[in-house]
């Protein structure tokens, strides 16, 4: 199980620039969600899928995008990049409340837009 | 905004001895969960306890939980060099989609 998959690790952007960060589960979850870590902050929520094709926005969805066509896949699109924008993004999976192992979550995808 | 809120910010202790964490939270959960952060890594999952728990161990780990207080706190006993991270409590709320609400975080760090 190679369980939660992000890529890139690492990528710099330029302002006005547009990218997608991958995100893949194997472990059937059904609900996923997207993260950022800011110096000194919790995760935030962007947005969150409990099931394919269906989306919702979380605290802080402004200039992201996300679509859920297979169980597996969940990719997060920056539409047009912006140094706020700057930061650690976090995927996560789980089954539905959590279970007994609460979420899976992906390495992280170390984003810099300048 | 972030529903949970971790005290200490910061703790520091030696070897051997009890760490304890605390977080507090503001609206009625479903479940709580801590989780672990090493430097430049991804979140871990530590222990996840239900609304109608009111304490549960794993290992070297014990998280209490009072609905009634909104708070929880996580004691991690014979603390090691290892156990050095960051710990965060996260809550999912009772709306029926399972999304996390994660507090700012306690930085531990254990000296040999």
């Known amino acids: 199980n190679a369980g939660v998959t992000q890529t890139p690790k690492f990528q710099v952007l330029k302002t006005g620039q547009s990218m997608t960060l991958q995100c893949a589960q194997d472990?059937?979850?059904?609900?996923m969600s997207w993260y950022r870590q800011d110096p000194g902050m919790g995760l935030r929520l962007i947005h969150y899928?409990?099931?394919?094709?269906?989306?919702d926005q979380g605290e802080v969805p402004n200039g992201y995008n996300v679509s859920r066509s297979t169980t597996e896949d969940f990719p997060l699109r920056l539409l047009s990049a912006a140094p706020s924008q700057t930061s650690v993004y976090f995927c996560?999976?789980?089954?539905?409340?959590?279970?007994?192992?609460?979420?899976?979550f992906g390495s992280g995808t170390r984003l810099t837009v300048v | 905004s972030q529903q949970g809120e971790e005290d200490p910010q910061a703790l520091s202790i030696q070897e051997g001895e009890n760490a304890t964490m605390n977080c507090s939270y503001k609206?009625?959960?479903?479940?709580l969960q801590w989780y672990r952060q090493n430097s430049g890594r991804g979140l871990v999952h530590l222990i996840l306890?239900?609304?109608?728990?009111r304490e549960k161990h794993s290992g070297r780990l014990r998280v209490t939980l009072d609905t009634s207080k909104k708070s929880s706190s996580l004691l991690i006993t014979a603390s090691r060099a290892a156990d050095t991270a960051s710990y965060f409590c996260?809550?999912?709320?009772?709306?029926?989609?399972?999304?996390?609400?994660f507090g700012k975080g306690t930085m531990l760090l254990v000296s040999p």
């Open positions: 306890i239900r609304s109608n728990e």
């Open positions: 899928s409990v099931g394919a094709g269906i989306t």
């Open positions: 996260a809550t999912e709320g009772q709306s029926g989609y399972s999304t996390l609400t």
């Open positions: 996560a999976s789980s089954y539905q409340g959590g279970g007994n192992y609460g979420y899976t």
């Open positions: 609206t009625s959960i479903n479940n």
């Open positions: 472990m059937n979850h059904e609900y």
